[in-house]
């Protein structure tokens, strides 16, 4: 007795491969395959695509939390002033705080803050503000504000100016395009209530030159942020020796849950812990819902395109029953034929996930020129940072998101295969040819 032929032998590829390249006048069904190839491909194309702006617009957001905030806030819970019976939420201690704060494993930097929100002018223009009071050293050390391909002046004019009572600031590029001023040109910061006098609170008003403009790459940040030295921002906020809070870097941000046990009992009594994930939890929490949902949705795109196929193989074994029945009675077996039109479905699967890889890739690489023509084409309104918080559609390809891509569209060209190709199998050869 001859040995049955093993699975997916060549006769079978060639069966399958002169059934899909088949005219319609012979049977065939190829423009029912170039739909479902055409569909699988521009599904899986959708699908890269969307994975990959998600991760970018992810990683581009988290990198600008870190990369110009705190991963750690500390602050003083407050304690009742028995002067005023006003509660006093200021550090006095802040450089033993700092001391050993920073000598938690895992801690990179500790810098003391004063800040305060006051009113920036410059001639007839006004903007809201928050002011960062920190030393010179410690603003070195934040990447996206020291950076020189996106920062305008010199970061090392940024100090207290000695024998005088005068200080630079650093501003950010929405602060200084909001007042129509660059460095080298003076910004009045106006404090209400900042001077106290037998009249009563008046405003404190004192003008500084602008030695850096920042951007950060977060328009939240450089709309809103200007930074001061550290011993300015105590005199002008009247917080002579006190800060107002201690700004913590970490090795590891995305472990700093962790660590806040650690901080808070180096930090003392009456101590408070704000992590970035505290500040940015909601948002992060609705990015992870959203990812969650497009990943449905476009898997539903992809289960949509992949049933093309079987519409198109159903179309295929019915026009082929004549040759089914030949096939079977030639001593085809039923797993034979099954695998003869398994092979034509899962071949358009392939071919169909195998290009919308390469234009998904193709998509993200160039995400940067290809959102340049779509904000012309749009009148420069197709990306607004004051609504999106970040200046550009990021896109980061992962393997990760090209995996889970491929698997899932083969897996659903595979399975939806399996029907019809079973139909064909189990096609009774005699009722095939009985009318023949």
């Given amino acids: 007795m001859a040995a049955s032929p093993a699975p997916f032998a060549p006769f079978e590829w060639m069966i399958?491969?002169?059934?899909?390249?088949?005219?319609?006048?012979?049977?065939?069904?190829?423009?029912?395959t170039w739909i479902s190839l055409i569909g699988i491909t521009l599904a899986v194309f959708a699908l890269i695509a969307t994975l990959a702006v998600r991760s970018g617009f992810r990683a581009e957001f988290v990198d600008t939390i870190l990369g110009a905030n705190a991963h750690v806030t500390l602050y003083n819970a407050g304690t009742i002033n028995e002067q005023t019976g006003h509660i006093d939420r200021t550090l006095h201690d802040y450089d033993a705080m700092a001391e050993r704060v920073g000598a938690v494993p895992g801690v990179t930097r500790v810098a003391p803050l004063v800040k305060g929100q006051v009113m920036a002018n410059s001639r007839d223009r006004n903007a809201g503000v928050q002011v960062f009071g920190i030393s010179p050293e410690n603003l070195k050390t934040i990447p996206r504000i020291n950076n020189p391909e996106t920062g305008i002046g010199d970061i090392d004019a940024f100090r207290v100016i000695p024998d005088t009572e005068q200080a630079t600031v650093a501003i950010g590029s929405g602060v200084a395009r909001e007042l129509s001023i660059t460095v080298g040109d003076k910004i009045k910061l106006i404090l209400?209530?900042?001077?106290k006098s037998p009249l009563g609170a008046t405003p404190r008003v004192k003008v500084y030159d602008v030695a850096y403009v920042f951007t950060a790459g977060r328009y939240?940040?450089?709309r809103t942020r200007i930074y001061m030295p550290f011993a300015e921002a105590q005199s002008y906020f009247n917080r002579e020796g006190r800060a107002t809070e201690l700004e913590v870097m970490v090795e590891q941000p995305e472990a700093v849950d962790n660590?806040?046990?650690?901080?808070?009992g180096a930090a003392g009594e009456l101590s408070q812990v704000w992590t970035w994930r505290d500040a940015s939890g909601g948002f992060l929490r609705a990015l992870d819902i959203e990812d969650n949902v497009m990943f449905i949705i476009l898997s539903i795109l992809v289960l949509i395109a992949a049933m093309n196929i079987t519409s198109g193989l159903i179309m295929l074994v019915k026009n082929k029953g004549r040759d089914i029945g030949i096939l079977r009675t030639m001593g085809l077996t039923e797993g034979s034929v099954l695998r003869v039109f398994f092979i034509c479905g899962a071949f358009t699967g392939m071919i169909g996930t195998f290009f919308g890889v390469i234009l998904g890739c193709l998509f993200a690489i160039y995400?940067?020129?290809?959102?340049?023509?779509?904000?012309?084409?749009?009148g420069g309104q197709a990306w607004d940072p004051s609504i999106r918080g970040i200046y550009h559609l990021p896109a980061q390809l992962q393997m990760g998101d090209v995996l889970s891509a491929v698997a899932l569209s083969l897996g659903l060209s595979f399975v939806v295969t399996i029907f019809p190709a079973r139909r064909a199998a189990r096609m009774n050869p005699v009722e095939a040819l009985r009318y023949e």
């Fill in 16 to 32: 399958a491969w002169r059934y899909l390249r088949a005219k319609r006048a012979e049977g065939g069904v190829s423009v029912m």
């Fill in 192 to 195: 209400p209530g900042g001077v």
């Fill in 220 to 222: 939240d940040i450089d």
């Fill in 259 to 264: 660590m806040t046990a650690d901080l808070l």
């Fill in 367 to 378: 995400i940067d020129p290809i959102f340049s023509l779509v904000n012309v084409l749009s």
